[in-house]
């Protein structure tokens, strides 16, 4: 089993659509939890930190539940440029800040 | 200020040449940390480099190196390279142990 998995999609939704991923991790004893946006052939960049009591930025809110270890992400409104693919990445070890574990990536398609 | 600078941005080698990617962080990241992403998957971490010790080393052959010199910058080093480590190396810089911000990558292409 993988340490932390993800749906690789491609999930195409229409502009405006409401959009959930998700992305479960094996280490209970992780620590941090990250959304991670990547385009094509660029660097993940940081989307947001992923909080216990649920975090909002905007059209995006990510949320953990560590009884099923799992994290979520949710965008409403979608636009086309949300269209990408979303890393979730955990933190197993908070003295090993450095060190994280993606999954294997969520590709999102948006449509006109 | 500039973000996280990877040096060079495309490589090209044969088999069993060795190669060394450059790293410059985020001034006043201490951290700095190695990641291989082929296509398809996510990143995978290599090694963590903090205070210029390694602090955390992944699944990789000991054919990968590192190190982090004064000046926090760091260098990964790869020797007899083979046709699957053809991949986009990710250098990512943090102030602690915490967020990670990535450098735009060297794609390298083993022939």
């Known amino acids: 089993r993988k340490e932390v998995e993800q749906d690789p999609g491609p999930f195409n939704v229409p502009e405006g659509a409401t959009v959930a991923f998700n992305c479960t991790y094996s280490?209970?004893?992780?620590?941090?939890f990250f959304w991670y946006r990547q385009d094509c052939r660029k660097e993940p960049k940081l989307l947001m930190s992923v909080y216990s009591s649920g975090n909002e930025d905007g059209r995006f809110t990510a949320q953990l539940n560590r009884a099923s270890q799992y994290i979520s992400l949710l965008i409403r409104d979608s636009k086309l440029s949300d269209s990408a693919t979303y890393l979730c990445?955990?933190?197993?070890?908070?003295?090993?800040?450095?060190?994280?574990?993606f999954g294997q990536g969520t590709e999102l398609s948006v449509k006109p | 200020d500039a973000g996280v600078t990877q040096s060079p941005t495309h490589l090209i080698k044969t088999r069993g040449q060795h190669v060394t990617l450059r790293c410059s962080p985020i001034s006043g990241h201490k951290s700095v940390s190695w990641y291989q992403q082929v296509l398809g998957q996510g990143p995978q971490f290599i090694f963590q480099?903090?205070?210029?010790?390694?602090?955390g080393r992944g699944n990789f052959p000991d054919r990968f190196s590192a190190r982090q010199f004064p000046n926090y910058s760091s260098e990964l080093n790869v020797n007899a390279l083979l046709l699957g480590d053809s991949a986009l190396y990710l250098c990512a810089s943090s102030e602690h142990n915490e967020k990670l911000f990535f450098g735009s990558g060297t794609q390298l292409s083993v022939l």
């Open positions: 990445a955990v933190n197993p070890n908070y003295n090993q800040g450095g060190k994280l574990i």
């Open positions: 480099y903090y205070e210029k010790e390694e602090r």
């Open positions: 280490n209970s004893a992780s620590q941090s």
